[in-house]
């Protein structure tokens, strides 16, 4: 692959793709296709967040998911960091926690693709901390 | 946090929950004059005075789900091992700025780490958002803007993870162009697992 400097390059580059890529118009209701949210505050970005998020945007692209991959604040899970949310569509949102690489391609292969559920589930209880406030 | 440029995206996550529309981000290097500096600025809502005078105490945040805010405190600590300091000047209904001196040559200095990367992040989740890098060394000066390159390449928006990941490279051969100091590249489809 040529070395991409310029924006100039970088246009030309996707106009050699286009041919061969369908282009993916991404859904614009995000209640249709899978949400992933990944926790970036202080403590998520400190503890590896970073590269998930970046595992996440890749590979489900890759390994053609539909899916919106988004960051959000800190959920107040600082101890299980990096924490993420999936909520597939027509369900209520999970949030994993601990994930690292490994973690995020089983979430992806298992719970994203079939439903099933792996560990590193934190039962959800912010709605409740929402309504003390 | 091991690099700068993790740092710089937890700052720029205050400016995000600013409502900022435009975030510069600066980063000036400076061997001759001993100087590292970084400069985030945005237009969002800035931060009233009572708070400001407290925005570095890591017990001082407006979250509601925790009373900790540890970002601004962990930057500024960082600066000031490197005998270096960190300001921030904000105007309610303008936008604020944060000023990071660091010292160029001391050890206590973290390296850059993936700002590419971190720029790939920030614009995939916030396309509404104008993302303006500029990064200034002694061998030239280069600047990105997520808003003009979606105006030269003719698209709505930046949310083609290809897209991105090729934004991210080009990034990635300017910053070495101008020899920008501890930056690392993400080599291109790394295996995982």
């Known amino acids: ?133 | 946090m091991k690099e700068l440029s993790l740092n710089i995206l937890d700052i720029v996550q205050n400016s995000i929950r600013a409502e900022a529309a435009e975030i510069s981000i600066m980063i000036n290097e400076s061997l001759s004059g001993d100087l590292y500096q970084i400069i985030i600025k945005d237009n969002g809502r800035g931060i009233p005075d009572e708070i400001l005078r407290n925005v570095t105490d890591p017990f001082v945040t407006t979250r509601t789900k925790r009373r900790m805010g540890l970002g601004l405190s962990l930057l500024k600590y960082h600066a000031e091992l490197t005998g270096g300091a960190m300001e921030i000047i904000s105007n309610v209904g303008k936008g604020t700025e944060v000023i990071v001196n660091f010292s160029f040559s001391h050890i206590d200095r973290q390296p850059l780490g993936d700002i590419a990367g971190i720029l790939v992040i920030l614009m995939a989740s916030n396309q509404d958002i104008n993302f303006i890098y500029t990064h200034k060394t002694e061998y030239g000066e280069y600047r990105f803007s997520s808003e003009e390159t979606k105006e030269y390449l003719e698209v709505a928006a930046l949310n083609e993870m290809n897209l991105l990941e090729e934004i991210g490279w080009m990034i990635g051969e300017n910053l070495k162009e101008i020899k920008v100091s501890g930056f690392e590249l993400r080599e291109r489809n790394r295996v995982i697992l």
């Open chain 1, 1 to 133: 692959m040529s070395k991409i400097t310029s924006l100039a390059d970088l246009k030309k580059r996707r106009e050699e793709l286009k041919s061969g890529l369908d282009i993916r118009v991404k859904a614009i209701d995000p209640e249709s296709v899978v949400q992933v949210k990944v926790a970036m505050a202080t403590c998520g970005i400190a503890s590896g967040a970073k590269t998930v998020m970046e595992f996440f945007l890749e590979q489900l692209e890759r390994r053609n998911v539909e899916a919106v991959v988004t960051q959000t604040g800190c959920m107040g899970y600082c101890y299980a960091e990096p924490t993420i949310e999936v909520k597939l569509p027509g369900q209520d949102p999970v949030v994993f926690g601990f994930v690292d690489l490994k973690r995020a391609d089983q979430i992806i292969e298992k719970y994203i693709k079939t439903g099933e559920l792996v560990d590193g589930i934190i039962p959800v209880n912010y709605q409740t901390i929402d309504l003390k406030e």
